[in-house]
């Protein structure tokens, strides 16, 4: 979870890209992609986290907690490495789970 928040605050702390006025189109279309990306890495770091907290949630779930678009969040779950689709369900979705959260169950039934 610190993995998780650390993230979090580093992408919080993040300055957007800008291009001065004087700049070519180039920079000014850099600027675009990359504030673009971050955008993307905020919403993946923030659905791993939603995941992780609520030990498991579905699309819809998900979308709620973070208050991000459902369609974004369908889109974003399966580039987001350490997440997984289950075969469970709760209402009509599949339940997606995060990997480190079934690390930390493991270890806490083995002690």
């Excluded at 650390?6 to 920079?27: G, H, I, Q, V």
Aim: aromatic share 6%; with cysteine.
């Amino acid at each position: 979870m610190n993995i998780v928040l650390t993230e979090l605050y580093e992408l919080n702390r993040a300055k957007p890209a800008r291009a001065r006025k004087r700049d070519s189109s180039t920079s000014h279309d850099a600027a675009k992609r990359a504030e673009a990306d971050t955008a993307t890495a905020w919403q993946r770091t923030s659905i791993k986290a939603a995941v992780y907290c609520l030990d498991g949630a579905t699309a819809r779930e998900i979308a709620s907690f973070t208050r991000m678009d459902y369609i974004t969040v369908q889109r974003r779950l399966s580039e987001i490495p350490g997440l997984y689709k289950t075969d469970d369900e709760r209402g009509g979705c599949k339940v997606w789970r995060s990997v480190e959260a079934n690390i930390c169950t493991a270890t806490a039934k083995s002690a």
